[in-house]
């Protein structure tokens, strides 16, 4: 349990230092140290994209029906 600790104590500073080494190299440029922040707190723009719903046990794959139920959904929550 020592040595585990020790290692997980090596590997943040080491990763700190990695990013801290990013950000000097980045100085001055926002966007670029925008990049690199969003890498340190893993924000990622991915997006989910709904292909098919099940809905009263139905399977709903037709974009324009799936929009619809999730409008009735949100708007009677």
Not at 16 to 21: D, G, L, P, R
């Amino acid at each position: 349990m020592i040595i585990r600790n020790k290692l997980n104590s090596v590997i943040r500073k080491s990763e700190k230092e990695c990013y801290v080494q990013k950000l000097d190299i980045v100085k001055g440029n926002l966007a670029k140290t925008w990049k690199v922040l969003n890498a340190v707190t893993s924000r990622h723009t991915q997006s989910s994209v709904v292909d098919e719903i099940v809905y009263n046990n139905s399977i709903i794959k037709d974009p324009k029906q799936i929009a619809n139920k999730f409008n009735d959904f949100f708007v009677n929550v």
